[in-house]
């Protein structure tokens, strides 16, 4: 099933994403070097950086003014009869929103949604469905707007998960609601929306807010939570792009064969440039979707199976009422051809612009971002898929690759290098490989080992980022599978946290106040509570931290916000909340090393302002090894 | 000294009053105690941080015993077997205006940033019937006070007895989750919870001491704002009115240090990004509402309460941004947002930016 399905509705409008910048510099997690000005906004160009673009944000995820804007039945789209076709989509009314997350400092491109509520509600904002959303990050990020340049306001990405712990309302009077509930027996459903357009214009009404389009629809237990089991569409990379831009201007994308309602469902959804930022579908020509046969000299014939006409997808409301989701009727016999042969998407002039790989099998990690403490077990879900169905009995391997892991140069605007990614090796023991089970899953497992303190700064003797991410990146060892391009966004990452104990049982002052102390630094939204680096403020405000620590990871009240806390030294702060002791004196900061630490915020150049000065995301994409690198 | 109308308290008279009565006097009680709260709460965060924090403290104080006073007048209704009704529209006062159930005319409550002049307001809410004058006072008058509202439902709870109340405990906040707050299942545990109310709110008969909890009642706090010292004991004081004397530490008014916040915004005060912020604000707290209205008909579990502590801590930080102009530094003028407290069930986004 999944939101890719005969019934579905889709619904627009604009996200907010309040997160906070100081700590998009890895450089800023060093306690002995920070300095308040790194609080502050930074001035034009990053001249100075200072701590970037939002050093105000409170890292919450809002779903904003988002109206349901097509239903679709089986039997085909509902009516206005329907009054569904009234209702929006809305987060929690009863709790405080959700909240945005990186993995890591050094792994920004994988952000995760926490602690949100997805409701279906009427006009006036009365509940008729509410669910949790599971916890997911986005993936496909890309150059959507077809404008050079723009950094992460032109950039596209989606999420897709599911939304859990259903409760429904009085949904009589829609029969498609009724529908959804009565395919949501299984108690899920599948939601994917897709953001872009990002105003990153300090001042502006919608600072750090976007447009946002998605779908919601039944999901059934057996699948995966996070992408569909269906046909995935493999774009070849252009040049020039921040994140991705694809050559044949296509980007990854979806579809599914809908046997119910005998006809192909296309996501087009995060695949359709834009003319400019979060702007209107650009034309790029009629697109034929069909499927390929190997016959041909020198390229396979394309069998069309239909036509996404551009008068079609470049009206002005198409986008928002569609989704991007595009349905295509196929024959039995077309149903039968599709079944067996590798899906394409053709331009005006015949060229393939993104395909299915030739076997029509791919992979992907269910989940792919995991934090971890040494000792827990890895059990991470790859599905495999051919044809859309999942493929069974088939070997996977597993290989490190941190290319796309972004340790910080030691270049202007950054306060200074930031330590090495993916070392040691010793706490990612990863297997060689795995077989799929009858559902199309290969289990990545293993143990995660101790990394160690090797993100401390100044040789390992100064307070710095806990633990080690990695990057994993599972592919078919049947290379016969595995033919055309690769998405370089389908890798697995991990933070494995650092072992730690409190020098002190119970714990001290002393012991903990690195860790508030990092936090007070990062986020300046905490000194409108409290001074997280302050003794007696944080022993003022004990029984509220304690709360805020020992609430579960998906609350959307969760400290701290960043997710980034071992559960040992969780459980240091945890006791000493409960019994604080001031214990040993702080030190004072120590002098901070000349060679790692710079006298001021280092304005950059103009070719790395160009880099680094279009936002978070790009200036972390800018900074990928596998950039790095060349 | 607040004067409500007569009517408030007519059916609560006769001998045996209904119970419907009892339940609709308690149901004001619960707006009456929520009403105070963002007068108060506007002119909190209309002080810096960092100045004025000794009388920040002081509205602090009294806010956090007004959320208890809203608990525990719910604690009651909810072991009459009644539902107290949080969530809608019409429990948010209009600002400016009357305090719920107000005499007409009487007092005009605002949304104002701190001043001496805001203070007389909250004085005059807070204002016992039978005030200590530790400082010269007025006479008071034979009206309708909050004072004699609790004394009136009280006394009818007494005369109705426990007929009165269903097998319970039935959805109470305890002590367990809010501090001082009083389980209520009998007479005897809702006159308790009453005198709490009273207590706390106007002080003992006795002197400005609450018996219930450890600081002075709110109409002396906030004296102690207006007379710029603390509160403290006389021990050489010969008549009652000398035990105490306004002469502790200092609690200085610094006018530099508080925002300029607009007088009484509503939805259409702002627009644009001040707009935004403002809806976002009023959604959260709507939200609350919501939450608490759960929290005191049923989910009154540890769970439920941290969500409402989450979002109250949620309207904090908003508002600490919105009054302080940020996010900061703004290009051009700064524009000091303070939040109308208003019923938004929905949010709806910002404003396009073109």
Redesign the interface.
Known sequence: MSYLSGLRLHFS??F?TNVSTVNNDAAHFNNAAFKAEYQQ?QGPNMSPPNGWF?P?G?GTF????CRITAAHLPSGEVTATDPVLSY?V????????AKLVDLDPEQQLTSQIFGLSVRI?D????TLMRGDFEPSAFTDIWDRGLTPGGGDTNAGAYWQSVLTNLEWGDIDDSPFLSALQAAAAATMLSIKFNMDGI?L???????M?GRLVGTIGPQSASEPRHIVLGRHFMSSAGTNGNFFRPAGLLNFCCARVDEQAESLLLDLGNALPTTIAGGPIANIGDLTVGYLTPEGADAPAVHALGIVPATIYTQPDWYATTAGVVSLPLTADQRAQVAERPLAIVNTQNQVSTQESPSGAYLRADDFVYRLSPGDRVDAAVCAMRFGRPLADTEVGFAIDNGQLQPTPDQPPFAGASPPVGEPLSAVPIPATATTDANGVARLQFTCGDPGNVRWFNDGKDYGIDGQVYGVRPSFVDRSLAAGPVNQWDFISFLIWSAWSAPHTPPTWADVEPIFRQYANLYP?M???LDLGGYASVVGNAW?LR??FG?PVDD??HMPVTRDLSPAKRAAIMAFLADPREGDAVPAAPAPAAAQVHGESRAPDAAAASKYAQGGKTAAAARRLVMQQH | MIQLQKALIEDLLPDQPDPAAIATALQHAVELEHATIPTYLYSLYSLVPGSNDAIAEIIDSVVVEEMLHMTLACNVLNAIGRSPVIDEPGFIPTFPGPLPGGVEGQLTVHLRPFSMAQLDTFLEIEEPEDPHHYQALAAAEPVVTIGSFYQAISAAIGRVGESLFVAGPRYQIGPDLMNEAVVVTDVASAQQAITVIVDQGEGTAKGPEETFGTDYAHYYRFQEIQKGRRLVPNPNGKSPDDRYTFSGALVPLDTAGVYPIPDDPARGTYSGQQAFLNDTFNYTYTSLLKALHQLVNGQNTPEQFNRAIGLMMSLKGQARAMTAGLPNPKPGPVNYVGPSFEYQPVEPGPPSAS
């Open positions: 409008g604009q907010q906004m939002n105000q409170d809002r779903l904003l003014g929006i809305a987060d929690s009314d009863t709790a405080v929103p509600a006009a006036a904002g009365n105003n214009s300090f001042g502006s009404p919608d600072f807010c939204v000194s409108r509570f509220l709360l805020a609430l959307p009240n």
